[in-house]
């Protein structure tokens, strides 16, 4: 079945670093992915997609670019904020004969100022 | 326009005690979501919805969990003789089709059971 594998947490960078959260996916065929956002007490948040190979999906700094060659989808942000800090989930949609996503653990990213 | 509500958003109860969390979807989106997290962990599938179709009850832990929906509106999730390990936030997302679109999630059900 499909798989997402996220880099363990928790990242911890000083305000205004580079910012890599990996991920990579095992899926049939080639699906959307999805970086989803949640904040402390919140609920998740879409935070960018991208809808077939070599597309870069790109929302509020962020970026991740679908590469089926490495069947991955890596988030990167040029400089982090401490408002960036949140847990962050890589996620496949329903695929086959299943309607339900596949989420990543998360990654949880603290940024000091 | 509104977005998924979920209420309460936070609840305790005694062991033992049964408790209902109601989730209020997007307008118009046919497919519905329950999912638990517990403190530092991932999402947990537990039930999904889509439209009138009978649900995909596969995830939900024991028989002292259910959820109805009527329709495409409101849904609730009973938990029964709540225990200790009940405890998470538990999050409800809605989607305009199956599950092969993204999700718009509630703020979630913070439960603690003591």
């Known amino acids: 079945g499909d798989s997402v594998t996220q880099m363990e947490g928790p990242v911890t960078l000083s305000e205004e670093a580079f910012l890599t959260i990996n991920c990579t996916y095992t899926?049939?065929?080639?699906?959307?992915l999805f970086w989803y956002v949640q904040y402390p007490g919140e609920g998740l948040q879409l935070l960018l997609k991208?809808?077939?190979?070599?597309d870069k999906g790109s929302n509020k700094g962020f970026e991740a670019t679908y590469r089926k060659e490495t069947t991955s989808f890596h988030l990167e942000k040029g400089s982090v904020q401490v408002s960036d800090s949140a847990v962050y989930f890589c996620?496949?949609?329903?695929?086959?004969?299943?309607?339900?996503?596949?989420f990543g653990r998360g990654t949880s990213l603290i940024v000091h100022p | 326009g509104a977005g998924v509500s979920q209420s309460p958003s936070n609840k305790v109860t005694e062991k033992g005690k049964d408790v209902e969390l109601r989730c209020d979807p997007i307008?118009?989106?046919?497919?519905l979501y329950w999912y638990r997290q517990r403190l530092g962990q991932g999402l947990e599938f537990l039930i999904y919805?889509?439209?009138?179709?009978?649900?995909?009850k596969s995830g939900l832990p024991s028989d002292r969990f259910s959820a109805e929906r009527t329709g495409e509106s409101v849904s609730t999730l009973t938990i029964q003789r709540t225990q200790q390990e009940d405890s998470a936030v538990y999050l409800c997302?809605?989607?305009?089709?199956?599950?092969?679109?993204?999700?718009?999630f509630g703020p979630g059900t913070r439960l603690t059971v003591t």
């Open positions: 991208a809808t077939k190979a070599d």
């Open positions: 899926a049939t065929g080639y699906p959307s």
């Open positions: 996620a496949l949609p329903a695929s086959g004969g299943s309607y339900i996503p596949t």
């Open positions: 307008s118009g989106h046919t497919a």
């Open positions: 919805f889509q439209g009138n179709s009978a649900p995909d």
């Open positions: 997302a809605s989607s305009p089709g199956t599950g092969f679109d993204e999700q718009y």
